[in-house]
């Protein structure tokens, strides 16, 4: 028992990082990030909104309200962290995964580790009012440009396992800033999400020598009843196990293992795609929050051509209950191709 | 694409029957409930609170708005499906798995099965007020007694893949009627969640000879600082890679696979400090919505000695955001050894 107590005993609040703990069942990894948090006592009252009362960071004049920026599309005459920009990266404020290099680790029953890696904010524009569904689309253009930038620079990283693109647009979604933005998340380690999808990837392509993803898209061009719209080069479909009502997914048609291989003409027709499929949600549902999140083949992956990237967005409809935590199954009560249909058929 | 498109064009609303949909990718399996739902259209208007203007079906008087009980605990001079009872069980009327046998199946890139099994409504109580947190400690009592029954017959059923109970309380945490209750699923498949937590106790069995739960309780009573309560045969702490503030276990100190082996004694000793520990998010964080899942032993498991039945209770203070949806993984913004001094200092 000497040995168990040594290793339970660490304590990150003197470290000050956000650490990464592994469940010493499943071997799932969580990260503890405490310079987010709240102490214990601030749940008694639960906040019901997000602040809107204070100066926003993310607009124009309020550049210094956040960290200096890691990269910006501005023109050339303007200075880094002034106004003038069009697409703004900053490293989060509290970030869930530190920059600052720090080889702690622990083993045994309870393992941990510093969360190194990185976390940013892409904030998509200056004006507060506007978002990824309102902005023009050749200002979306730009926003998916600076992820294939950030994801081109952070994949190099030695420290990077994984490489995580999101948004949360609205407060139900998690967001905790309302002005639209993403987070980028460069993860020690390769998640249990992206590791599944690899790893099924990978099994489908040993026994048909063929994408999965492409041929899932096979089928849903020719099934037609779960596809939502179509582009030159994408497909935007509700998948056919979809976990959650309006679950859309966007892939590109042909083999893609990774988005930061986008050429220009490509982004700006997922720019398209894109803004046309968030603007259903707007129209059809009234602005629901949303989340979405990107997925491409990690870091120095070794089978490309089992891989294929895609967008996932997903409106914040309903609440993971007892069910989905015991489980991990998850409930749907709405049927992917009638949730198609209702999207297809909303005036954007 | 002949055969793949016959494959997509199962249609579950023809049916009628809940729908369990595999991932192609994954192999996860999906609920296609639609009896549950709604159509799409139903999501253009948010409904912001739970109806509670109708009669509720939970009270005396009112058993004729639900299925027939297949169980009750109720005085021998009174009826089935009348007023008198304590704990009452009946069908979900709103079923996720039906005990409609249908052997329908369909096989290439898209697997479907019919989702048969059985969902139940365990009724506290008749009392509309009370909940697990302010019933007295008999009845919550009562209550596990009527899990321990439901666990033994549905074990004992050929579909039962997995036997999972759950309550959700509160709006919040997904409950869709106020009237204190918990739900029991029996499932055809062994969902990923208890498959993870199965083989990751045996993989720790097979180099340690020992049960991993055995140890971790062993290493949470050294260490202390996670412990929340502690009864004669149980004990209740927040796991070291807790992935929710205040995300608490409830574990049996002795060696036990099944929920459903638990002697009148340890029943009694559990509703003590379940019901302790509800009333501290009670008291301690303003009767927050809360989620709790029991983890057992499933139906002709033959590893027990690697098996040790839990509860995991934790308040629905935070949404899963885009980070959680695209890695698997997720950010606790607390700190477990804070969070259980901060439970274990609630006045209860």
Same mark, same amino acid.
């Given at each position: 028992m000497k040995t168990l107590l040594k290793e339970c005993s660490i304590s990150i609040s003197e470290a000050g990082m956000p650490e990464?703990?592994?469940d010493p069942i499943t071997q799932r990894?969580?990260?503890?990030?405490?310079a987010r948090a709240k102490r214990p006592d601030d749940f008694r009252e639960r906040p019901k909104t997000a602040g809107t009362a204070t100066a926003c960071p993310f607009e124009y004049g309020n550049e210094s309200m956040t960290p200096p920026e890691t990269m910006a599309i501005r023109p050339s005459d303007t200075t880094p962290d002034t106004p003038g920009w069009l697409v703004r990266v900053v490293p989060n404020k509290f970030p869930a995964f530190s920059t600052r290099i720090d080889g702690r680790t622990t083993g045994g029953l309870y393992v941990s580790r510093s969360a190194f890696g990185a976390h940013e904010v892409v904030i998509h524009g200056p004006d507060h009012g506007l978002t990824m569904a309102t902005y023009p689309e050749k200002h979306v253009a730009l926003v998916l440009k600076t992820y294939? +930038?950030?994801y081109e620079y952070h994949m190099k990283q030695p420290y990077a396992g994984y490489v995580q693109i999101i948004i949360n647009h609205g407060e139900e979604s998690g967001a905790s800033l309302e002005h639209s933005h993403s987070q980028i998340f460069v993860i020690p380690v390769l998640p249990e999400k992206p590791r599944a999808l690899l790893d099924g990837a990978s099994r489908y392509f040993d026994?048909?020598?063929r994408c999965v993803f492409?041929?899932?898209i096979s089928a849903e061009l020719t099934f037609a009843r779960r596809v939502v719209d179509e582009s030159a080069h994408f497909l935007a479909f509700e998948?056919?196990?979809? +976990?959650l009502p309006f679950e859309t997914w966007m892939l590109p048609k042909e083999h893609k293992p990774r988005f930061e291989a986008l050429?220009?003409?490509?982004?700006e027709d997922l720019a398209k795609i894109f803004r046309r499929t968030v603007r259903r949600f707007l129209n059809g549902l009234g602005d629901p929050p949303y989340n979405?999140?990107?997925f491409t083949a990690p870091p120095r992956y070794e089978r490309p051509e089992t891989m294929h990237w895609f967008m996932s967005i997903t409106p914040k409809l309903t609440t993971p209950a007892g069910f989905e935590m015991g489980t991990g199954m998850t409930i749907n009560s709405t049927v992917p191709e009638e949730c198609a249909e209702f999207l297809r058929n909303v005036k954007i």
């Open positions: 990464l703990r592994q990894w969580v990260v503890i990030a405490k294939r +930038q950030r026994i048909h020598a492409c041929d899932i998948p056919f196990a979809a +976990q050429n220009d003409n490509e982004i979405m999140y990107l």
